[in-house]
């Protein structure tokens, strides 16, 4: 009775409110997609911080002289190869400015990228590439697969994820939904040209990650006491959403400024040496970067296959390498004070986001490395005793046991056997 209680009332959400959405995820637009075709990244190598002139102590990046002359060899770079200056941003985690620059139309933008790439100038040159979520809209059903799966209720009972703030890189999040009302603590907009707005899979994701629980309505979030950290670098187009390597970076960079510890990166998308270097900036500062894989590409794809990140596909794959979580029909937040069922790794994804946040509340000192390590436990009897070993499937008793030192949890793992008991 309360499952079909529940059936009917998300049914009910979206057959009053889903036209309206549609409407304003339309409106939205893709700004530049065509666009990010054309465009290239231009980098110039930042002076070292203590040599940069006009700096100040207050945390600016280099906005007096060394920005002017760096920005007159961008125009003059423009200028020589016939291209179009769009924007430009710091990254001073890697030491270099990158300009965005459109090729002129019917030019090849890789064989564009590769001759300024050979001026002495420029510390390197890449075609701007695009992402893409990995996830869509399914019909209503009447499970949250992380409840029981995972035991929320009964983890929920030692952690929340309180106090831990979670990036969000993806589209925009509606803030004002009632399930997510007070749960994001910023939000930033890398995206040019197009206004900040609560979008479908930036929704849901955050929905999945700390949708507030016991408030009577909708989900319980897997991490109900984190917030989020909204960093807008996508929009959505259609049913999933897009992201160029610039907005990507734009949103990497300020959290990396921001020394957040916990970043939802759910897309995929071709090799890309600006992210790939973020990236390593990002692991070596212990940022614990919990990445969307697809099945459907070598190595899941990129970022997937960065050494150091947490890559997840949804739990019904299998022999894949990767860590899997639920990500079929998961019920969760979506524009417009909506509920439905969404399924793909972007959402797979979230909930592993939402899992750290309960383990970092849990061990405020837990390292990228000791996360990756916890979450591959899995309890098994071994000659009447226990042990574990290494499984992709996220078995959650056994990760709380292995933190705490004792029995969180039902017990008694997916399969059966007892769960992991420290010795």
């Not at 960093?231 to 959505?236: G, S």
């Amino acid at each position: 009775m309360i499952r079909a209680a529940l059936l009917a009332l998300l049914a009910l959400f979206v057959s009053t409110t889903n036209g309206a959405a549609q409407d304003g995820s339309d409106a939205q637009g893709d700004p530049g997609t065509g666009q990010v075709e054309r465009q290239i990244l231009v980098m110039l190598r930042m002076a070292a911080p203590h040599f940069r002139p006009g700096e100040n102590y207050a945390g600016s990046y280099d906005v007096g002289a060394g920005h002017a002359a760096r920005r007159r060899v961008a125009a003059d770079l423009a200028r020589k190869y016939g291209l179009k200056m769009l924007a430009d941003w710091p990254m001073p985690s890697l030491g270099v400015e990158c300009y965005v620059m459109e090729v002129q139309q019917g030019a090849d933008t890789a064989q564009v990228a590769q001759t300024v790439s050979r001026d002495t100038r420029a510390e390197w040159v890449q075609p701007m590439a695009l992402f893409r979520s990995l996830g869509h809209d399914d019909p209503l059903y009447e499970v949250q697969p992380a409840a029981s799966e995972w035991h929320l209720a009964e983890l929920h009972k030692v952690s929340t994820g309180r106090r831990i703030v979670v990036a969000e890189v993806d589209s925009g999040v509606e803030a004002s939904h009632p399930d997510l009302a007070g749960q994001v603590q910023a939000t930033e907009n890398f995206v040019p040209g197009n206004a900040y707005s609560g979008e479908q899979h930036g929704t849901a994701v955050a929905g999945i990650v700390a949708g507030i629980a016991d408030n009577h309505i909708g989900i319980a979030g897997v991490a109900p006491g984190a917030r989020l950290m909204v960093l807008r670098a996508c929009w959505q187009t259609g049913d999933t959403a897009a992201c160029s390597s610039f907005t990507l970076a734009r949103a990497l960079q300020f959290a990396l400024d921001r020394g957040v510890r916990v970043i939802n990166l759910s897309v995929t998308g071709p090799p890309d040496r600006l992210l790939n270097e973020l990236l390593d900036v990002a692991v070596g500062r212990g940022a614990t970067i919990v990445v969307a894989a697809d099945p459907e590409q070598a190595q899941g794809g990129f970022p997937a296959s960065h050494p150091g990140v947490l890559a997840v596909a949804t739990d019904d794959a299998t022999d894949v390498p990767w860590l899997l979580a639920p990500g079929r029909d998961v019920p969760t937040t979506l524009p417009g004070a909506r509920f439905g069922f969404v399924s793909g790794s972007s959402f797979a994804a979230a909930h592993v986001s939402g899992l750290v946040a309960l383990m970092m509340q849990l061990s405020p000192g837990l390292t990228a490395a000791q996360a990756r390590d916890a979450l591959a436990t899995k309890a098994v009897h071994v000659d009447g005793g226990l042990a574990t070993r290494q499984a992709g499937r996220i078995d959650t008793c056994a990760v709380f046991a292995r933190l705490t030192g004792s029995c969180t949890c039902s017990c008694t793992s997916a399969d059966g056997v007892s769960a992991y008991t420290p010795r």
